[in-house]
């Protein structure tokens, strides 16, 4: 059987200080400082004095001293008594105390019983605020002394980490179950995943579904906007066929914005008795390739044209122009 001396006993309830505290307050002894001041320097003949004063229980004020002084509060000598002292007891006995009086309230004052349980609520609440220095002594009797205040800041703890900027970043984005490649349309091969990286990805699949991709996309990738046509253009690519045409960077203005919709003019190169007019075709000009004078336009044809524009490439120069409003 465990031997209950070595458990520390706790005799003076909330009542018997709150009425020792008030009965201390009528002779205008309020705080620890009006307390000291009221003792002074001579200990053993300042307290005959208050305790005969005041008519309080010597005992009592000599077991609160010793407590006190065990506690060392030197900086807290602007505190309440009653706020003080109530910091002795163990938050067990406290709530336990405070519990009985709410109770007891609650069930025989009616009129006024919430302005009542305040105060034996917040001795209580206080408590788990305020405790005495040597809160982790006995871990057996203080055990729920720690769970009162460890589980607040958990609680805390948990809330800043879900409101954290990381957290933040970490949300939910479209990325690919499997390799795109460039210029086709995206149909089910996406998913809804968590990314802590992808800041300006897509977040939703209607978004992307039946665009087409502008570079090769690999599998997991969370899809941003710069790597797909728009919803406009996607769905006039219907039935077109991608070609490269060749064409001089002097033959299209740099100002163009890619990927448009734009007039491709095949021109030929030698003008004789044989040779046709300038051939123009409708296009989506999805980007420009390479360097120097000589590059290649990637562009989308309709399925009818591309015939005819990929026979004219070895005749023909190729210009990019806007088309008429």
């Known amino acids: 059987m465990e031997d209950k001396k ?7 309830t909330i009542e018997q200080l709150r009425d020792f505290a008030a009965t201390l307050k009528g002779f205008g002894i309020d705080t620890l400082d009006d307390l000291r001041l009221s003792i002074c320097k001579d200990f053993k003949t300042g307290i005959e004095r208050v305790t005969c004063r005041t008519e309080t229980s010597k005992p009592l004020l000599m077991a609160l001293l010793i407590t006190e002084a065990r506690d060392d509060a030197a900086r807290k000598g602007k505190r309440r008594l009653i706020h003080y002292w109530s910091g002795f007891k163990s938050f067990r006995s406290v709530y336990a105390l405070s519990k009985t009086e709410v109770r007891e309230i609650w069930n025989t004052n009616r009129a006024s019983r919430w302005r009542e349980i305040r105060e034996p609520i917040g001795i209580a609440f206080r408590r788990w605020l305020a405790g005495p220095k040597g809160f982790f002594i006995n871990w057996r009797t203080h055990w729920l002394d720690a769970l009162v205040i460890v589980l607040p800041l958990t609680l805390v703890l948990l809330l800043l980490l879900q409101t954290n900027p990381f957290n933040k970043n970490r949300l939910h984005y479209v990325t690919t179950t499997a390799p795109v490649p460039a210029f086709h349309k995206i149909s089910d091969q996406v998913e809804i995943k968590t990314s802590p990286i992808a800041r300006s990805a897509f977040t939703a699949i209607s978004e992307v579904r039946n665009r087409y991709t502008l570079a090769d996309i690999p599998a ?12 406009e253009l996607s769905a006039k690519m219907q039935g077109r066929k991608i070609l490269s045409v060749p064409i001089k960077a002097s033959n299209y203005s740099p100002t163009l914005t890619l ?18 007019s300038s051939i123009p ?26 015939d005819a524009a990929a026979s004219k490439l070895g005749s023909h120069d190729a210009f990019l122009t806007e088309a008429v409003p």
Do not use: H, K
């Not at 990927?259 to 046709?276: F, K």
């Not at 000589?294 to 989308?300: D, E, F, G, N, P």
């Open 220 to 231: 997991g990738a969370p899809l941003q906007s710069t790597q797909l046509l728009s919803p």
């Open 259 to 276: 990927p448009n919709q734009l007039i491709l003019v095949l021109s030929p190169r030698n003008w004789d008795s044989t040779a046709t």
């Open 6 to 12: 070595d458990e520390p006993q706790d005799p003076v």
């Open 281 to 306: 075709f409708d296009a989506i000009v999805l980007r420009i390739e390479g360097s120097g004078e000589t590059r290649s336009a990637i562009v989308a044809l309709p399925g009818d044209q591309f």
